[in-house]
Each structure stands twice: as C-alpha cells, then as structure tokens.
C-alpha cells in the first residue's frame, strides 16, 4: 500500500492500518532518537507518541491529505520538531546572583528613600512659606516659567528682582532644611 493511500484508509478510521503504522516505524524511530539526540528510551517513545498523536490529528483534521515523502521521514519530522519544541520550553535559565549588583540595588534604594525625605522635607519647608514666595518658587521649578514672565505676573519691577528674590527664597528653604535635619 502507498503512503498516500494509507493516509486516505487512516482518515476513513481504519483502525488496523493506524495500528500497524504505528508499530511499523515505533521501535526504529526510539532507536534513532536515542542515537542522533542521546534521549532515554522513556523519553524516545514519549517523543513517538507525540509525533504520532500529530500525523494521526493531522490527518483527521484534514490538515494532511498527502505527502510526497514518506510517512516514515514524515513522523521522524514531526518527532524531531516536537523534540526541539520540549527541549526550547525546558530550557532553565541559571541567574547567578551577583554580590556587585545586589549592592547596587541596595545602595539604590536606599537613594530612593533619602530622595523621597528629602522631597517630604523640601514640600514641608515650601509650604511654611508666605503665598507670593510660594508661588515664585512653583513658577520657577515646578513649571519652569522665566524670570521675567514671573516678574510681569507677581508684580516685580524686573527680571532681576525677581531673581534677588527667588535667591531670598532659596536662602529661606535651605535655612529651613537645615533646621529639620538639626531636628532628626
């Protein structure tokens, strides 16, 4: 019987011509997959159940209704396509634990942490400002508005003014920080 007649007999559901495929190619394809890709035999036959299970889903399906090569090179395809696939999903990647990085990490987080007291800090101190110093403070750092722009909407004489006054302001702030570390 040719191979594509044996796919349309398998596709109709004959029982015995799936049956002596199957026994036909078994033992020669665990032999081949133990030699080429040094599996145990469990895992050889396991592969052959795969490969089988999808030549045999695969003609069902209608997906496969024929070959032009064997049926025989066709499964040790599929088994070794499967084998490949296993052998992709079982790969387990080894982090090694690097003491260097470990500190790094460490040694960022806890910046993160003086960061984020000392922007606790900065917003507490901003807040004991009066509103117009405040306010000159927030256009400058907070919306990145020019000296003059604040000058013109604060009611400073000019650009340099304001800049006396935000170097005021400033002075104020860090006073005030330094008090609170004094404090902790």
């Not at 088994?79 to 296993?86: C, M, S, V």
């Not at 470990?102 to 000392?118: C, L």
């Not at 013109?152 to 330094?178: D, V």
Request: contains cysteine; charged residues 30%; hydrophobic residues 30%.
């Amino acid at each position: 019987m040719k191979d594509n007649e044996t796919i349309a007999r398998i596709r109709e559901g004959d029982q015995g011509v799936t049956s002596q495929i199957y026994q036909r190619y078994r033992q020669e394809f665990i032999r081949w997959m133990q030699k080429k890709y040094h599996c145990s035999e469990d895992d050889a036959r396991e592969m052959y159940q795969c490969a089988f299970f999808a030549f045999y889903n695969q003609i069902k399906s209608g997906k496969l209704t024929h070959i032009t090569a064997s049926i025989k090179t066709y499964l040790f395809g599929i088994g070794k396509n499967k084998l490949h696939e296993q052998q992709r999903s079982n790969v387990r990647y080894e982090y090694s634990i690097d003491e260097e990085k470990v500190s790094n990490y460490d040694e960022d987080a806890t910046r993160k942490q003086e960061k984020e007291i000392q922007y606790r800090q900065i917003e507490q101190a901003l807040q004991q400002l009066d509103p117009p110093h405040r306010q000159m403070l927030i256009m400058v750092y907070y919306e990145n508005r020019s000296m003059e722009y604040i000058a013109n909407k604060l009611g400073y004489k000019n650009a340099a003014s304001t800049k006396n006054q935000k170097y005021k302001c400033m002075k104020r702030i860090r006073e005030m920080l330094e008090t609170t570390k004094k404090v902790d």
